[in-house]
């Protein structure tokens, strides 16, 4: 019986290192954390690379705006000269009678008032000037201020232009900058230009006041009039005069993506990777306990009885090992107990294997109700048990079995299939000498059950 049992401890003894050593954890959520932190630093360069490319791209965007806002005012101040330039009563009142009161009710105030046209000119061929408004107020400006070779120059090209025969341009009146529009009078029949060669010029100037009004009309924040040499960084946007040299020169406050919005979508960003690095911390920290809990719980149900819920065979041998290092090293006396029940297979045989486990469950617990929390008691065969009473010589070991041998002769087996069933147990017990193995203590032992067994059962041999 022995000799089989002890080649199956013998079998199981890796499988009881394994279970009894616990495995090196290794720092994953440190891992995990630097991995966030990587992923969103480099998340975040991404992101400030496509912005630092928007940023250029918004410069330029900007500049198309600011252009496109110019040729609307052009087309606008185009169109309010082709009604004006085409309608022969404007040509009649302005060229032929210079009718004061018509011009001051349709020109001077009118057009400043509600269409921002700060100069307005009418002159007949050989720019001969007839009637003058000069921010909506009648002037009496001397030809020669206006008629540059400038003006002449466009009044030419308005000659040659495809209908409706307007031409636009940018140029200086007093050192101010203006936007300058002149059409030929057309007649309203013939839509051709009037046989005297008449034009009709308006212009806005561009100060400070109607830049400002562009920029909010058109949504083009902080553009405002500048020198060539600004200190900004921002390459000023030109407009040409007719000497070809810049005019107008126009800059705005630089619109930079980073500043608006980098830090915006940034927070978010980083927000998240802070829950989900919360979140899988969490995750895998609850994981790690619940890991715990069921190797411990693998542990516990490889190392007990299923019955009895005492040691098995296989943490006995650990535990035993253990105590008999410790024994060793304090030079305390060890002591084994081998006990089996009385003709146990009569139980099983006349009763039943289910009567037989409960049998064994009762004899487990009376025996380690008679045992102390330091001795190591185990289940290591079908109706054998082992008991290594720690710190105990032969006469306290004495005392110990012949007290079980009473307590289980004495004790009635109730509610085993509604019979009651009284046991005995054999025990056999060997006092560990100090120098020999646990394998060699346990044969010793188990020869004494034998003897137990062959001397009639019921009692305690000594070895």
């Excluded at 009004?213 to 009039?225: C, D, Q």
């Excluded at 969490?282 to 542990?299: F, G, I, P, T």
């Excluded at 032992?445 to 001397?455: F, G, M, V």
Aim: charged share 20%.
């Amino acid at each position: 019986m022995y000799e089989l049992k002890h080649s199956q401890a013998k079998q199981t003894d890796d499988v009881d290192y394994v279970l009894g050593k616990s495995l090196p954890s290794r720092p994953v959520i440190p891992l995990i954390l630097v991995l966030f932190g990587v992923s969103l630093i480099s998340i975040t360069g991404l992101m400030l690379m496509t912005f630092m490319s928007l940023e250029s791209l918004t410069q330029d965007n900007f500049k198309q705006r600011v252009n496109t806002a110019f040729n609307v005012e052009i087309k606008r101040q185009q169109e309010l000269l082709q009604e004006y330039s085409y309608w022969d009563e404007a040509h009649l009142n302005t060229i032929i009678e210079q009718d004061k009161d018509w011009t001051n009710e349709h020109l001077g105030k009118y057009l400043l008032d509600s269409y921002g046209i700060n100069l307005s000119w009418a002159f007949s061929a050989g720019t001969i000037s007839t009637i003058t408004y000069l921010d909506g107020e009648l002037e009496n400006i001397h030809p020669d201020t206006l008629q540059s070779r400038h003006i002449v120059n466009l009044a030419k090209a308005a000659t040659i232009a495809p209908m409706p025969h307007i031409v636009s341009g940018y140029h200086e009146y007093s050192g101010v900058p203006y936007l300058v529009s002149i059409g030929l009078f057309l007649d309203e029949t013939t839509e051709q230009p009037k046989g005297d060669g008449s034009f009709l010029m308006f212009a806005q100037r561009l100060d400070d006041e109607k830049i400002a009004n562009i920029s909010k009309t058109y949504n083009l924040p902080g553009l405002h009039l500048t020198s060539v040499k600004s200190d900004t960084d921002i390459t000023p946007l030109s407009f040409f005069g007719p000497t070809g040299d810049p005019l107008v020169n126009l800059t705005w406050n630089k619109v930079s993506p980073n500043k608006e919005y980098f830090l915006q979508l940034l927070l978010p960003v980083v927000l998240i990777f802070v829950v989900m690095t919360g979140l899988t911390c969490w995750l895998l920290a609850s994981e790690y306990k619940n890991r715990r809990l069921y190797s411990s719980r693998l542990a516990e149900l490889a190392s007990k009885d299923f019955l009895t819920d005492i040691s098995n065979r296989r943490e006995f041998y650990s535990l035993a090992n253990r105590a008999i290092t410790r024994s060793n090293r304090d030079q305390t006396p060890l002591t084994l107990l081998i006990m089996d029940l009385d003709h146990f297979k009569k139980i099983n045989d006349s009763l039943g294997h289910s009567a037989g486990d409960e049998v064994l469950a009762e004899f487990a617990r009376l025996v380690k109700d008679n045992l102390r929390e330091c001795d190591v008691f185990a289940r290591i065969g079908g109706e054998e048990f082992a008991a290594l009473l720690i710190a105990s010589d032969q006469a306290k070991a004495l005392e110990v079995a012949k007290r079980i041998c009473r307590v289980i002769s004495e004790h009635s087996f109730h509610n085993v299939v509604e019979h009651t069933v009284n046991c005995t147990v054999s025990i056999g017990l060997s006092v560990w000498n100090g120098n020999e193995t646990l394998d060699n203590l346990i044969s010793r032992t188990d020869k004494e059950l034998y003897s137990a067994k062959h001397n009639g059962r019921n009692q305690v041999s000594i070895g």
